[in-house]
């Protein structure tokens, strides 16, 4: 069965950098495009960008542009968004999402991580 | 980007009420990328529908949407207890996805 494992908790201070990780399972790992979505403490969903596995290619909302990185290590089916400079409204819980082939919706989630961003 | 404004916020339902949740676009949308996810407390988003009207596996055909252009709809039937959450349309366009806001159905 497909699966999207994300690591644990992080609790950070202002202007570090986070990484997150989402190992994946029980499909074609450079066949589908994996994207990451934010959601901080009672508020809505934030797209944040994808990155293809096949290839390494990446593409991000503007908004994040310049203080993401996105990344990939094949030989362990686990892709990582790396967020840099963090704020305190950073804070949110991340999730990585597998996008459907041809209408791009998200089937698949992981369990998500929650970022702390606190002095 | 295109905006996605949901409406209402809220919607105080009973269960075996008929909910009926409104997602508007800024400019059109093509219906074939036009999702809806549910989302419960502490838990991820649940794909409910894809190509606006497309249910995805394992969803209960008491869930259904439909619409075009600007204006969609996910239309829950008659509510089951389970229902009760957060819902959130979402389109892809131009290379950039978005989310609405976000429906909450409450228990009246």
């Known amino acids: 069965q497909v699966q999207l494992v994300q690591s644990g908790a992080e609790v950070k201070k202002p202007g570090a950098s986070v990484s997150v990780s989402c190992k994946t399972s029980?499909?074609?790992?450079?066949?589908?495009?994996i994207h990451w979505v934010r959601q901080a403490p009672g508020q809505g969903l934030e797209w944040m960008g994808w990155?293809?596995?096949?290839?390494?290619?990446?593409s991000f909302a503007q908004k994040f542009q310049g203080r993401v990185t996105m990344t990939r290590d094949t030989s362990i089916t686990t892709t990582y968004m790396e967020l840099n400079r963090l704020r305190s409204d950073d804070t949110a819980v991340y999730y990585c999402?597998?996008?459907?082939?041809?209408?791009?919706?998200?089937?698949?989630w992981g369990q998500g991580t929650l970022v702390t961003v606190s002095s | 980007d295109i905006v996605l404004t949901q409406s209402p916020g809220t919607l105080s339902l009973s269960p075996g009420e008929r909910a009926t949740l409104s997602c508007r676009a800024g400019?059109?949308?093509?219906?074939?990328?036009l999702a809806w996810y549910q989302q419960k407390a502490g838990q991820a988003p649940r794909l409910l529908i894809f190509?606006?009207?497309r249910r995805a596996t394992g969803i209960p055909d008491r869930f259904s949407g439909s619409g075009s252009g600007t204006d969609f709809t996910l239309t829950i039937s008659r509510l089951e207890p389970e229902d009760f959450a957060v819902y959130y349309c979402?389109?892809?366009?131009?290379?950039?996805?978005?989310f609405g806001q976000g429906t909450k159905v409450e228990i009246k």
């Open positions: 990155v293809y596995p096949n290839s390494g290619g990446t």
């Open positions: 400019q059109s949308v093509s219906s074939n990328y």
């Open positions: 029980g499909y074609s790992f450079t066949g589908y495009y």
């Open positions: 979402q389109q892809y366009g131009s290379s950039l996805w978005t």
């Open positions: 999402a597998r996008a459907r082939l041809g209408d791009f919706s998200f089937d698949y």
């Open positions: 190509g606006a009207s």
